[in-house]
């Protein structure tokens, strides 16, 4: 019996284009010019520190703002630079440069099992904080009290297994009472090597029978769980 349900964002719940067309390029435009008017501030002092830390060196500010846009354009999933992108979110949401995409499918679906008493939780490389923006402003409006909690790559990477298994154990149900939701097959992996279930969304590909995780094209083909 499935008791809670765990989600990716990106390919997930939302488009990966929002995230690739409009957080991240927004971020990347940002993050000089708000690193310099916020450098002093202790939330964004300790993570321009945490970049130092990571990379093991002393670095001024305009070094430092070349190693977070460098990361961003390898697509790194360091956790300064994420937290860092979640702030200046913020800001653009506050601004109402964007909305958070939702797919309508993911809404639906995420209040009926809500609904039905099944927990709900994200897990994502984004911050927790960048989380809670995205289905804060939604154009559905906000969506945050669906989920009992969030997680980030503070409790581990997404494609190693004992990330999971610390999340079983933060949620308080054995693992194979927890599904799992992701577009990515190395996610999927360390999820079920965790013991939870899976499913794989394949958003914008064709559904493979013999795939090593169910696939479906999107939430309503999750439909109810228990019966």
Not at 4 to 11: C, L, N, S
Not at 201 to 213: P, S, V
């Amino acid at each position: 019996m499935i008791k809670a349900i765990v989600t990716d964002i990106e390919g997930t719940t939302s488009s990966i284009s929002f995230v690739k067309e409009v957080l991240f390029p927004y971020a990347r435009a940002h993050i000089a010019e708000f690193a310099r008017r916020h450098q002093d501030e202790p939330q964004v002092k300790a993570l321009l520190q945490d970049v130092c830390d990571t990379v093991a060196a002393q670095l001024i500010l305009d070094q430092i703002i070349a190693q977070l846009i460098a990361w961003i354009d390898e697509d790194q999933k360091v956790t300064p630079l994420k937290a860092l992108q979640g702030l200046i979110w913020e800001e653009g949401y506050s601004r109402g440069a964007f909305e958070g995409h939702i797919y309508p499918d993911a809404v639906e679906n995420l209040r009926a099992w809500k609904a039905n008493g099944i927990d709900l939780y994200v897990y994502s490389s984004g911050s927790v904080h960048a989380q809670k923006l995205l289905f804060g402003h939604t154009e559905y409006g906000d969506l945050t009290p669906l989920f009992s909690g969030y997680f980030d790559t503070c409790i581990g990477a997404k494609q190693e297994s004992a990330a999971y298994s610390k999340i079983a154990e933060h949620i308080g149900y054995r693992p194979s009472e927890i599904l799992f939701l992701s577009d990515i097959k190395g996610e999927l992996d360390a999820a079920r090597a965790a013991g939870f279930q899976t499913l794989w969304l394949m958003r914008d590909g064709l559904i493979d029978a013999q795939a090593e995780h169910r696939q479906v094209g999107d939430f309503y083909q999750i439909g109810s769980l228990n019966g």
